[in-house]
């Protein structure tokens, strides 16, 4: 049986808005930033691993400059300079397929870098997840 995979139906909410725009190639990156555990090897061969309960996480997302998610996500990181409520749940699903990364309180780490050229640049926004929940999934059917 032959599966499908569709990047337009793969949805990325932040604090309850679908964010759009993105450019092409790979535009979402999700991952944690420590392994889940760490492996130790004594003198003489020994093995031991330890659980590193640290579960935080980056997502990445690459907008083409024209995107009016820009003006959102913007938005959002000035406020949370002003406030420190910029917080908010952050979810990517694959709606054909089974996978899901979750983050209830992801906040934006800084502004995208601006960019200028002869062709619509990118955008590349960076999220903190302080516990970021992955499954990572292939295509249902």
């Known amino acids: 049986m032959t599966k499908t995979y569709d990047p337009a139906l793969v949805f990325v909410t932040f604090r309850g808005r679908t964010l759009s725009g993105f450019m092409d190639g790979t535009v979402i990156t999700v991952g944690r930033k420590e392994d889940t555990w760490l492996p130790t090897v004594g003198v003489q061969g020994e093995t031991a691993r330890a659980r590193n309960r640290n579960k935080s996480g980056t997502v990445k997302l690459v907008l083409m400059q024209t995107s009016s998610t820009n003006d959102f996500l913007s938005r959002v990181a000035v406020d ?3 406030t420190g409520l910029g917080q908010g749940p952050l979810s990517i699903k694959d709606s054909l397929g089974t996978t899901v990364a979750l983050c209830n ?7 995208a870098e601006i960019n200028f050229g002869k062709e619509v640049d990118a955008r590349e926004w960076t999220f903190e997840c302080p516990s970021l929940d992955v499954w990572v999934g292939g295509i249902a059917a």
């Open 80 to 82: 949370d300079e002003a």
């Open 105 to 111: 309180d992801a906040y934006v780490l800084k502004p």
